[in-house]
C-alpha cells in the first residue's frame, strides 16, 4: 500500500503599484493557465485585495499534490520563461513590485 505525498502549497505575495497592475495581471494569467495544466496542480486561485489594510494586493495560491509536482511545474516554467526571454526578477524590478514567495505545508495540530 503507498501513502500519499502530503501537498505542498505555493504562496506568493505582491505588492503591485496600479501602473503595473495591467502588465502584471497579464503575465499572472498566462501562467495561472499553464500552472492549471500541468500534473498535479490541485487548485490555482489568483486573489486580488478588495479592502483590508494589508499591504500585498495579489496574493497567488497554488496547491500541489507533491513537492515533485511543484518542482517539475517550476522546471517546465523556467524551461518556457527561457524560450520566450522573460527574466521575472528584471520585470518586478521594473514594475517596482514587491514579492514575498515560499512554500507552505499544512499545519497539523
Known amino acids: 500500500m503507498s501513502v500519499a505525498s502530503p501537498s505542498v502549497y505555493r504562496v ?63 522546471a517546465a516554467v523556467a524551461a518556457c520563461y527561457k524560450e520566450m526571454n522573460f527574466n521575472p526578477q528584471e520585470a518586478v524590478t521594473r514594475l517596482g513590485i514587491t514579492a514575498d514567495m515560499a512554500n507552505y505545508s499544512l499545519f497539523a495540530a
Open 12 to 74: 506568493d505575495k505582491f505588492v503591485v503599484p496600479a501602473a503595473a497592475r495591467a502588465e502584471f495581471m497579464a503575465r499572472v494569467a498566462m501562467i495561472k493557465g499553464m500552472l492549471e495544466a500541468m500534473p498535479g496542480c490541485r487548485q490555482n486561485l489568483v486573489l486580488e485585495q478588495v479592502s483590508g489594510p494589508g499591504a500585498f494586493n495579489v496574493v497567488t495560491f497554488v496547491e500541489w499534490e507533491s513537492a515533485g509536482a511543484l518542482e517539475s511545474a517550476k
